[in-house]
């Protein structure tokens, strides 16, 4: 159960809130974000709703049977719009594009892609500076320095920054320098991560665990929102199953449910789902169909030279021709005015 | 490797081929379909292709490395058209849409359906008479003698018949009644009934094991093509994961990729993948948009009453918003003249 | 629910039976096997069990809620004995050992492996005449006449014969050699064969489909003993997970909980388990310590020479070694006094 | 490749190693532990070996062809022996079982487990004061201050600590009143905290990612090893698969195969890996046969009761029968004198 507190609610008020849901036999968490405050209410007796619906201070009040609720589309009727700033949205009224190279390389490597980015109209990039490996001895990214190059770099082109972080202290390290806080998929679950990023004003955006469930997802989602931040983007980019032929499944069904059951904006990133080159376009263009908001895609002048993901990295020419076409199914989809 | 040999072959030219290539230390299967006459050759060692490329009565000879050779799109360049007879086919030129009731009830019925379909500009009828059920308490399917009469119904109407087959005797009993025999998910690797479907003159349309791979499907196709029937439809439906929110994992990453390495038409069954009725729309359009050439779809007049799997089946009216849609759908991608 | 109807039933009393549970809205079924002859009631009503308890020619009742039924533990509080014959039985009560090659190759083989039995006291040989190959190219299998010879050198050495059955047509033709039919993992829910097998009064031997849930394999199971066969016997063998490190992922979690939920014996096959040569004793003395009641494993004079799986074969002095440890296993587990 | 650098190695001689080996196209890594000081060679090119074979200061020199190297049997012939001091050791000629709670909950219950402990000759108790949980609302532990009680009460009486530790500023709050961090599923790739956990002097426990490959923990591994730290246990804990009839898929294949590919220690947890009580006994007795060098186990005074994981846990009476089966298995597997 969710309670939408006014913005006058007093101390008293609170308090008698708690203690009336309490009362019950119910568990009351708090929640401040940067757009409301609530109570959430957690518990499994079955009461009487009338008994607490005259609470003073209490603007609505919203039962969700979900096991996330914040982030349930049960309470909120309207969908979530991330605002980044300068006419920058991510949300289900748009198709965003996200693009760039797995790895950040060097600062001309950035310009040749911002160039790119710019040609194609496209506002966001993407570019990992601290980099997830396997193996240790892997290359691990050009860390906070190349960020700050990188972030420069798209301030002045007016190209948002959406790059991976990957453990708590360098949430406030990184925070002026990243437009959306990436979370990969090895970090699904790591919940001081997503509790740090709660906290942040910054958008985040997270990719479902290689093997996390759908509704996984969104408890991870509850995490964020639950700490104060509302400003979330869900990701799906592949689950590991038993078929090898290419690098992970790209679950397509995830989209149309999680357009159902919450109210953020998902994407999808083709290129570590399906994982090989030839195949991104037609997994993109059929992401968009199933309902994404977006899609985030790796791409880079020369992929065979790419320091890591050449394999299913797109070049300039490529992705100038999904651009197009992602740009004209979405156009369709919209014409069917169906909001899966 | 494959050679395909010339129709006016004599047995002595054939047996010098056969030497030959014996002689290399191959094995040597021969293949005779209602198209063509081929000896499949297998083997590992490296040879010098000149020694068996001047073999009188070899029309062509194609090196195929893949495991599967008869369905590879690397010796076969255009595209296989199945077809169907006054004038319905299938193949990658056209988008073909298969529907009907998971199961065949009653003759009023499949009038009714019928009449759904040719208000749709719709020539091919799926509806199961022997279904295989996890327990053998449920409804088993009404058999042959309902096979007969939704046979003649369909001819009645200039509509094509798709029904599963599940064992070897059936072929023969059904053979006169049906146009495409569907193989089931669980008989995905039912090598004898592969066999025997190779013997027929009928399409066969051959459902992706629930946790088969890509290329076990392409092996089985290989299956029915060595025994003698060119005539094969691949189609996904969705595999078994982790993944609890749905009924499969619709696979639409198969898709791109079983039409890059196959010349066999791909169609996509929603239905039984994501398997929950809300999201069959977005599901059938993203597998356009995928490369599907076409869809095999559960409708019913009245889902709720159907025998079995209601729960995934669409209504007429859903139905007929779906077919507009993914004709709209993939008029775009032939835009694109993409093969994918 | 379960009616276990007296031998002396009179028909007007059954049709009595039937009628009375068809009044309450359940649906009948009548089995009769070797061993006895049942009601089986589906339904979802709750019901007055008062009202069909004292039913004339019904020797007992039992409610079973487990979507099986005739397989369930719920009602039979003995376990299923197999008696084989001549002294040779599965049970739980003893350990079972079934060893020999993956393929039946020749004479000369079968006469050498019947040696290597016999000195290790071991009754019951596997050998496979009829293969399922994923390639339609390879190897499968010396056929019906290679049975023949197969069955009659076992016959003459007291040894039982266990071997695959892969299509309907086929359990007449192999009958008379046969001791236990052994139902392949791609089979595990074909049904049209699991109906015939009801029909023999031969052992079966299941397989669990690779991707075959504990519940599908004990409705495959309900398919056998439902036909009329009570003689099963339950495989654990390996399922398809998203590890490749080895074949499949042996699955001893499905021991334990197949001897609490039915009656029937479990062995375990590591062999096509993990698959690897150097894992198949842990395994095997694994299985045996989770409460297996027997094991399958593929042993070959010379496994390197082997027609088929030769990775996953151990030579005899390696098998020799591994039945002395599994029975000192077991003779462990059965002093801790556990039927699990 | 792997060299160990002599205790002797003076500055000069260590940069004309590293120059050696980079002029031959491999990138070095240095590697410093509580035992040891080795350069990592990593790079695809073959070279001859006699080139670096008298290089000064270098001890000895292993080729190392896995992914992973320092964790690698390959090198190391004898297995790593974890001391955590007062006698008690983690290794393969022992069989270890830690016991204890999910949770840690209060004192009185942490001095009922040790007594429990104690009377059963187990010197380690686990029990988590910071729990990672799905949902947020969840209980989330008692959190440092509650380690410091539990840490305090199990130093009085001798017995070893084992917990989790969820992210890098933990690791060095938490230290003084541990023995073994322990690395949960969630984090087996958070390599922020593998990274860190290197830097101590504290024995670390691995749990295998529920999805994750053998090679990744192998993986994990190598990062805690090249961090510094030598003292690592590697834990199975169960997989992810489609079955749901338990709660997760204990792999206990992974056993005998770590063993054979790493010199670390391997433990099993059969509570979190089949995850229903009744079968927690035949698979930790399976785990045994498989090979494990140990067992983590959770018990509880009164499982109904405690505040997570109920449904796996054993009570007292249970416990003490499965640790005395336990030490019968290890002594006849001890007895087969197989290291598997």
Chains 1, 2, 3, 4 share one sequence.
Not at 156 to 166: C, S
Not at 257 to 283: A, F, Q, T, W
């Amino acid at each position: 159960m969710i309670l939408q507190l006014s913005k006058t609610i007093t101390g008293q008020e609170k308090a008698q809130a708690i203690n009336t849901i309490e009362s019950i036999g119910y568990q009351v968490n708090e929640v401040r974000t940067q757009f409301g405050h609530y109570l959430i209410a957690v518990g499994k007796k079955e009461f009487d709703i009338r008994k607490i619906g005259h609470l003073k201070g209490v603007h609505d009040l919203h039962r969700v049977t979900d096991p996330f609720k914040l982030v349930s589309k049960k309470w909120r009727v309207h969908d979530t719009d991330i605002n980044l700033g300068d006419g920058v949205h991510i949300n289900r009224q748009s198709f965003s594009i996200i693009a760039g190279p797995c790895s950040i390389e060097s600062e001309a490597q950035t310009a040749v892609t911002i160039e790119h980015l710019k040609t194609n109209n496209i506002r966001m990039m993407r570019g990992g500076v601290f980099k997830p490996r396997t193996s240790p001895y892997a290359f691990r990214g050009v860390g906070l320095e190349g960020l700050k190059q990188f972030s420069a770099q798209c301030r002045e082109a007016g190209i948002k920054v959406v790059t991976e972080v990957m453990q708590v202290s360098q949430v406030a390290e990184m925070h002026d320098y990243v437009d959306i806080f990436q979370v990969g998929t090895r970090n699904a679950q790591n919940f001081n991560l997503l509790d740090e990023l709660g906290k942040t004003d910054k958008a985040v955006m997270l990719k479902r665990g290689f093997s996390g469930t759908i509704e996984e997802l969104l408890q991870a989602a509850e995490y964020v929102f639950s700490a104060g931040n509302e400003k979330i983007i869900l990701c799906e980019r592949g689950i590991r199953t038993f078929e090898t032929a290419y690098r992970n499944t790209l679950d397509l069904n995830a989209v149309p449910i999680l357009k159902e059951k919450s109210h953020l904006p998902v994407i999808v990133d083709p290129s570590h789902g399906v994982g090989l080159r030839n195949y991104i376009e037609p997994m993109a263009l059929a992401a968009t169909m199933a309902g994404a908001d977006g899609i985030i895609v790796e791409v880079h002048n020369c992929p065979e030279k790419a320091l890591s993901d050449g394999q299913q990295t797109l070049n300039y020419s490529e992705a100038q021709q999904l651009y197009h076409r992602l740009r004209q199914t979405f156009s369709l989809r919209r014409s069917f005015s169906i909001h899966h």
